[in-house]
């Protein structure tokens, strides 16, 4: 990713126009003008399956693997078998999946070792309560217990699956706590209706889930460990009266993939959601919020402890003065209604003027027009040390869009980023903060 600061142009970079505040500005040429390029493309991913209805499941995440660049290999156990064939698995990963019946002809004897060792991730999924029991006590009698005892190289992921009162039997929730304290990951299980009829805990997540798991595992360099990132996201509502509110386009999709992507490269991520039309990522401690005033709240008062400080939420610059009390009626409103608003906290200017040592903020900036005086003006009045700014009028960029078209400014330089996906967008920012 090629990053500029005043000085001579670098890699794919020229040279351009020069906004009032006399920074000149770079552009960056991308041949990544779209898709974002997988996480886990020429990732080694292994996936154990064990006994479980859900076994089936794990064909969708072999597909999305497969999809998304990632060499893939299965290890089946023999009850495993009896869900779903592993014929499925050799068509959709492209590669023979090991079996316990040690055919040489097709799979080396000795991939307990050798598949484990490749491995950038190994995802136990389904994990029944055997599988478990054998891996906190050290058994390898199968072609999977085996491996998971030869698995010290990479990050090793159980997903427990099974019916609620298994998964709550203190036997089991013993051995789970065994392999978390030795390092392997727990993925937490869904709750609902199973196979069985019973309804609780103890369902394998999707293969969408699963994958989210694989990409925080293995997808990124952990160049965010032990940082503290704090993400706003969403619009914010502000109450006319219990019926009808004050807000805006947002749907918190930027905000959501720089709050991922910073989880997935170490980061311990607070999420502070106004209303959002995307799920909150996982990963993150998520703090819902409905006004401005709630959101000046939520941030400035876990703001002491961040490292970094995104805001990406559009929060509402004004409110009503008043907020009515019942549902204003047409008939009392006559044919005109003058409805008076009052500012909003300004939490950007806040944290400027609280920032204290080392802590790095960024502000958002969408414009109509004039975009890059208004993003230096605001850059520099809310003593913000990076400012993202966007235009609502170009194509590709603003709300509800998967795309964006940014441009970064610092006190010393501006670039500008090509049309991108609101993922690598994400990415650019975080890369730009940590090479600041």
């Not at 109450?239 to 720089?258: C, E, K, Q, W, Y």
């Not at 920032?355 to 003006?377: H, I, S, V």
């Amino acid at each position: 990713m090629t990053q500029v600061i005043t000085g001579a142009p670098e890699g794919d970079a020229r040279e351009g126009p020069q906004v009032p505040g006399g920074i000149t500005v770079h552009h960056i040429i991308s041949e990544k003008t779209g898709e974002r390029e997988s996480m886990l493309k020429g990732k080694n991913i292994l996936l154990g399956i064990s006994g479980s209805i859900s076994a089936y499941k794990m064909a969708h995440l072999a597909s999305l693997l497969k999809q998304n660049g990632a060499e893939t290999h299965v290890i089946m156990t023999k009850n495993a078998c009896r869900f779903i064939d592993p014929v499925v698995f050799d068509t959709l990963t492209g590669n023979r999946t090991v079996l316990d019946d040690f055919d040489r002809t097709n799979v080396s004897p000795v991939s307990h070792i050798d598949l484990p060792r490749q491995a950038d991730a190994f995802l136990i999924a389904p994990a029944s309560a055997d599988i478990i029991a054998k891996a906190a006590c050290g058994i390898a009698d199968d072609m999977l217990s085996s491996a998971i005892v030869a698995a010290y190289s990479c990050p090793v992921l159980i997903a427990p699956a099974m019916n609620v009162h298994m998964l709550e039997n203190p036997a089991v929730q013993e051995n789970l706590e065994k392999l978390k304290a030795r390092g392997f990951k727990i993925v937490a299980p869904g709750s609902g209706y199973q196979a069985c009829g019973d309804f609780g805990s103890g369902r394998l997540p999707e293969g969408e889930e699963l994958y989210e798991w694989l990409e925080m595992a293995c997808g990124a360099e952990k160049d965010l460990a032990g940082k503290r990132v704090l993400v706003t996201a969403g619009a914010t509502r502000e109450a006319i009266d219990p019926v009808r509110f004050i807000t805006n386009h947002s749907t918190g999709r930027m905000g959501v993939a720089l709050a991922r992507a910073a989880a997935i490269r170490g980061a311990e991520v607070t999420l502070v959601a106004g209303d959002m039309r995307v799920d909150p990522p996982q990963f993150c401690t998520t703090v819902r919020v409905t006004s401005a005033r709630e959101m000046f709240e939520a941030v400035t008062s876990r703001s002491e402890s961040q490292d970094i400080i995104i805001m990406a939420a559009a929060v509402a610059d004004f409110r009503p003065k008043t907020v009515a009390a019942e549902k204003i009626k047409k008939k009392n409103a006559g044919s005109e209604n003058v409805l008076e608003l009052e500012r909003t906290d300004d939490i950007l200017a806040w944290l400027g003027a609280h920032k204290r040592e080392g802590q790095f903020l960024c502000g958002f900036a969408m414009e109509t027009q004039n975009l890059l005086e208004n993003a230096e003006e605001k850059l520099k009045k809310k003593n913000a040390d990076m400012i993202v700014a966007n235009s609502l009028r170009a194509a590709g960029a603003g709300f509800g869009t998967d795309t964006n078209i940014v441009t970064f400014l610092r006190p010393d330089a501006v670039t500008e980023l090509p049309i991108l996906k609101k993922t690598e967008v994400a990415d650019r920012i975080l890369d730009r903060i940590l090479g600041s």
